[in-house]
């Protein structure tokens, strides 16, 4: 099984930006598609972006804008850009991977993202 790592979480002011980045034990098929979800207080979990291996990128109408994915492959890693956060976007970021989009085998263990003033 993959192993997912994530990083960057933490306690950012409205308006400010944070990066979470996610390194993956392997490049595989297993990594093809690699991801974030998210869950905030009391809310079930909410995808937020992917990034396909050697192919396209894609965010959530909720964060357009806002939030860039981006994939380093040599690296085995993905981050996620976020810029003008807002308490609404306070949560638990979950890393994800798996071969094929919406069968996801792998997840990381959650960083805590608080916007707070």
């Known amino acids: 099984q993959v192993q997912l790592v994530e990083s960057g979480g933490g306690l950012v002011q409205p308006g400010g930006s944070l990066r979470l980045s996610c390194a993956a034990s392997?490049?595989?098929?297993?990594?093809?598609?690699m991801g974030w979800y998210r869950q905030r207080p009391g809310n079930e979990r909410e995808w937020v972006a992917r990034?396909?291996?050697?192919?396209?990128?894609k965010v959530a109408d909720s964060v357009k804008g806002r939030f860039t994915i981006s994939r380093d492959n040599a690296k085995n890693m993905i981050s996620l850009q976020m810029n003008s956060l807002n308490a609404e976007d306070t949560a638990i970021y979950y890393c994800?991977?798996?071969?094929?989009?919406?069968?996801?085998?792998?997840w990381g263990q959650g960083t805590q993202v608080t916007v707070s003033s």
């Open positions: 392997e490049n595989s098929f297993r990594t093809l598609v």
């Open positions: 994800y991977c798996g071969a094929t989009i919406g069968v996801y085998t792998s």
């Open positions: 990034a396909i291996n050697g192919g396209s990128t």
